[in-house]
């Protein structure tokens, strides 16, 4: 079945260094991919998507781009801030299902 | 738009009491879904609706657990008896034919 595979957290960074989350999916046919993020005491928020093969999805200077090859939709800043702080859900949407997230990765950035 | 609405947005309750969680979704969305977040399972969808209708209910824990939709702007998930482990935090999320999905701030339940 379909499935999304993230790197396991916490990823702990300092500000303006350069951030990537790893994120994997298995699924038949060409998904919609997602990312999402949670802060701190609140739901999740759509940070960004790709809806076919080679689109970047672009969003408060995050970015990730969506690679049928690898079947990978790699999340990446070139320089986070402390407000970045939060966990970060990958998820695809295909067809016939709801969407499918992974696990979650806690990104935390200290000054 | 207001976005999701969820209420209460906590709830404390004792074991084997009954606890209903409610819903208002994005008006002109067509999809609901209710899901569970725990530190230890992470995000579980748990049931979703389509025009009002239950599509997939496979993620209800058990038949203590329980979700209606009346109508096109409200639903409730049900939980009765509660008990500890049913501890979270339940998110509702509404989308419109399928696209991204916009969550409530949730509902934190603790069964004491």
């Known amino acids: 079945g379909n499935s999304v595979t993230q790197m396991e957290g916490p990823v702990t960074l300092s500000e303006e260094a350069f951030l990537t989350i790893n994120c994997t999916y298995t699924?038949?046919?060409?998904?919609?991919l997602f990312w999402y993020v949670q802060y701190p005491g609140e739901g999740l928020q759509l940070l960004l998507k790709?809806?076919?093969?080679?689109d970047k999805g672009s969003n408060k200077g995050f970015e990730a781009t969506y690679r049928k090859e690898t079947t990978s939709f790699h999340l990446e800043k070139g320089s986070v801030q402390v407000s970045d702080s939060a966990v970060y859900f990958c998820?695809?949407?295909?067809?016939?299902?709801?969407?499918?997230f992974g696990k979650g990765t806690t990104l935390s950035v200290s000054s | 738009d207001a976005g999701v609405i969820q209420s209460p947005r906590h709830e404390v309750t004792e074991m084997g009491q009954e606890v209903t969680l409610r819903c208002k979704p994005i008006?002109?969305?067509?999809?609901l879904f209710w899901y569970r977040q725990t530190m230890m399972r992470g995000l579980e969808l748990l049931i979703y609706?389509?025009?009002?209708?239950?599509?997939?209910d496979s993620g209800m824990p058990e038949d203590r657990f329980s979700a209606k939709m009346p109508n096109a702007s409200f639903s409730t998930l049900k939980i009765q008896p509660s008990e500890p482990r049913d501890s979270a935090v339940y998110f509702c999320?509404?989308?419109?034919?399928?696209?991204?999905?916009?969550f409530g701030p949730g509902t934190r339940l603790t069964v004491t």
């Open positions: 609706f389509n025009n009002n209708v239950p599509i997939d």
């Open positions: 008006s002109g969305h067509d999809y």
């Open positions: 699924a038949t046919g060409y998904p919609s």
């Open positions: 998820a695809l949407n295909q067809a016939g299902t709801a969407l499918i």
């Open positions: 790709a809806t076919k093969a080679d």
């Open positions: 999320a509404s989308s419109f034919a399928r696209d991204e999905q916009y």
